[in-house]
């Protein structure tokens, strides 16, 4: 068998000059060299469904009442309920009961990308870290496509997106980022028509930056005021500026160029080193902190400022709050499309809902991207959205 780093080296040097479409069947032949019978990239969709295999679909079109089927490798695969998905779900690798099929993890950094579906005689501890390898390049060489290959989008959507969604999807970072001593992942729905909300979350100097939008209205100013609102973010956090900059240029730039829109935030930034959480909150609903399985009563809760858009000038600047995280504390903020949500009968997901859904599900050993996706399954399953719902969960876990 092939020595593994030039198989790999090998993969990779061939990559750079093709499209998506190539990279199945680089990332096959690749594993074969490397021992195994084949090797099969599937991608997770937006709303973490379904996992699809990275090829062109097929000519003919199956019938909807046909079932689909796992064992062939064209056909998407649902994540409840699936090995592959179970996979997805709890990233690690799984083994089918024969030992000739494998499932192994596709993970971006923190960010959950798909699984790579293996096929060998069977699996050895050698062979399982040459597919460990193989996933981590493939994953590589999907993201290295993402930004401006369509078939990669193609793949991971299910059905068309809105103008006003594209707009936004644009906008908004990888769902989950962390490292060893932090984890921030967001949801945002409904993800093919969403309008005015959005999300931001990055690291850099030791600090986690945080904002949660929820622009007034679902259509394309919506869409445009929260984007606006994300370029604002960014250029003065970037520039040096504080919490309470942020607010203001947000604030004067949608006055200015959008002025029939208001926008509620939450910003935030959290130092990793200390576990010092500082936020401003304009008009929005207040964070939760969840510590030991329980909401901590009131925690987070202050007085908010205004909402932005209103051209406040020379208006005395947003408060900052502060609180002292403990290690293991997570941070829950939510936009109130989620807590408005309805059953049939009419009663609301609300606060102390949303707040035991995460907390069962933590206890239950999911990690906080996996937290997140129950939920907003379990909201489609049993409610009805009647705004854009957003949730971002912080978790803040120091060496």
């Known amino acids: 068998m092939p020595n593994e780093d030039a198989v790999l080296s090998a993969l990779l040097a061939s990559s750079n000059r093709v499209t998506a479409a190539d990279i199945p069947a680089l990332i096959d032949e690749a594993g074969r060299k490397l021992g195994l019978s084949g090797a099969q990239v599937y991608l997770a969709d937006l709303q973490q469904a379904r996992l699809t295999p990275l090829v062109h679909p097929a000519p003919e079109t199956p019938s909807p009442n046909e079932p689909t089927d796992p064992s062939k490798p064209s056909e998407p695969i649902q994540i409840e309920g699936s090995m592959a998905g179970l996979a997805y779900r709890t990233q690690r690798t799984q083994r089918s009961r024969d030992d000739c099929t494998a499932w192994v993890p596709m993970i ?120 606006v609102a994300l370029g604002a973010s960014r250029a003065t956090r970037r520039a040096g500026g504080t919490l309470a900059d942020i607010a203001t240029t947000i604030d004067t730039t949608l006055s200015e160029w959008i002025p029939d829109r208001l926008l509620t935030a939450v910003i935030a930034r959290l130092d990793i080193a200390t576990g010092q959480f500082t936020w401003i909150n304009c008009g929005h609903p207040p964070p939760l902190l969840i510590r030991e399985g329980h909401v901590v009563p009131r925690a987070m809760e202050f007085p908010a ?40 009968d009419g009663s609301l997901f609300g606060e102390q809902r949303l707040a035991d859904s995460v907390i069962r599900s933590m206890a239950s050993g999911n990690a906080p991207p996996e937290t997140l996706r129950r939920l907003v399954r379990n909201l489609h399953e049993h409610h009805r959205l009647h705004d854009d719902a957003t949730i971002m969960l912080v978790r803040w876990h120091p060496h």
């Open 305 to 344: 400022y205004l909402p932005l858009g209103l051209g406040l000038g020379q208006a005395a600047a947003p408060d900052e709050h502060h609180i002292r995280l403990q290690p293991g504390d997570r941070v829950l903020l939510y936009s109130d499309g989620v807590t408005e949500a309805r059953t049939s």
């Open 108 to 227: 971006d950094g923190v960010e959950r990308v798909g699984v790579l579906r293996v096929t060998a005689p069977c699996f050895e501890d050698a062979v399982l870290e040459s597919c460990a390898a193989l996933s981590g390049l493939a994953t590589l060489l999907v993201m290295a496509k993402s930004s401006h290959d369509e078939l990669v989008v193609d793949r991971t959507r299910s059905r068309t997106m809105t103008t006003q969604a594209e707009l936004l999807w644009a906008f908004v970072p990888p769902r989950t980022i962390g490292t060893d001593d932090v984890t921030s992942t967001a949801i945002l729905e409904p993800a093919y028509e969403a309008g005015g909300d959005a999300f931001d979350h990055s690291l850099g100097d030791g600090v986690l930056h945080l904002a949660l939008l929820d622009a007034m209205g679902h259509d394309l100013a919506s869409g445009g005021a929260s984007a």
